[in-house]
């Protein structure tokens, strides 16, 4: 599979409103240690898929579908990620450092000790979500969802829009000790972790 070939024809497809190149839609591929950066492939679909080790910064990927994909240890910095769905999908110690996700969906993801520092993540959805050891620091969380999310050793230090989160139970603590929290504890203890 001529991997960069593909996300090339869809930059050409995304900027020609359809009129050449071709949409990227992949199922079922491999493709890791990718290099793509400053392109533009939104409206891309890449399903049960691995993209591990890969370099991805600073493109357009909003309104993605990445359902079960596997992103570990990739870097997305600098990406424009709104609206693009991470459902199931695994991004464990992948970097997402200053990227626009407004409206994202990581449901059910594994965002176990990935970096999101400096990210715009109003409205996002992060419900079941494994988001243990993994850094928020300075992210904008202004009405985005944390239900039922694990965050065992999650860094909010200077986190904004935390007063807004909403959920109805999350489990903090450790992997061996999980403690759920509900109601008014949560935004208590997510407030303590800003200041921490």
Same mark, same amino acid.
């Given at each position: 599979?001529?991997?960069?070939?593909?996300?090339?024809?869809?930059?050409?497809?995304?900027?020609?409103?359809?009129?050449?190149?071709?949409?990227?839609?992949?199922?079922?591929?491999?493709?890791?240690?990718?290099?793509?950066?400053?392109?533009?492939?939104?409206?891309?679909?890449?399903?049960?898929?691995?993209?591990?080790?890969?370099?991805?910064?600073?493109?357009?990927?909003?309104?993605?579908?990445?359902?079960?994909? $596997? *992103?570990?240890?990739? #870097? %997305? +910095?600098?990406?424009?990620? &709104?609206?693009?769905?991470?459902?199931? /999908? @695994? !991004?464990?110690?992948?970097?997402?450092?200053?990227?626009?996700?407004?409206?994202?969906?990581?449901?059910?993801?594994?965002?176990?000790?990935?970096?999101?520092?400096?990210?715009?993540?109003?409205?996002? $959805? *992060?419900?079941?979500? #494994? %988001? +243990?050891?993994?850094?928020? &620091?300075?992210?904008?969380?202004?009405? /985005? @969802? !944390?239900?039922?999310?694990?965050?065992?050793?999650?860094?909010?230090?200077?986190?904004?829009?935390?007063?807004?989160?909403?959920?109805?139970?999350?489990?903090?603590?450790?992997?061996?000790?999980?403690?759920?929290?509900?109601?008014?504890?949560?935004?208590?203890?997510?407030?303590?972790?800003?200041?921490?």
């Amino acid at each position: 599979m001529d991997t960069e070939n593909l996300f090339l024809k869809h930059s050409q497809w995304v900027n020609s409103d359809g009129e050449t190149g071709e949409k990227l839609e992949i199922e079922k591929g491999e493709m890791s240690e990718l290099d793509i950066t400053d392109t533009n492939l939104s409206c891309s679909v890449i399903v049960e898929s691995y993209v591990n080790n890969s370099i991805l910064t600073n493109n357009d990927m909003s309104d993605c579908y990445f359902l079960s994909t $596997s *992103f570990d240890e990739t #870097n %997305l +910095s600098e990406s424009i990620l &709104s609206k693009t769905v991470f459902d199931f /999908a @695994s !991004l464990k110690h992948s970097i997402l450092k200053n990227c626009i996700g407004i409206k994202a969906s990581f449901d059910d993801a594994n965002l176990s000790f990935a970096d999101l520092s400096g990210s715009d993540l109003r409205r996002a $959805s *992060f419900r079941r979500a #494994n %988001l +243990s050891h993994a850094n928020f &620091s300075n992210v904008d969380l202004t009405s /985005a @969802s !944390l239900d039922g999310a694990f965050l065992y050793g999650t860094n909010f230090k200077e986190a904004r829009g935390i007063d807004e989160v909403s959920a109805q139970y999350i489990f903090v603590g450790t992997e061996e000790k999980p403690i759920r929290l509900e109601g008014d504890d949560i935004h208590k203890w997510l407030i303590e972790q800003t200041r921490a």
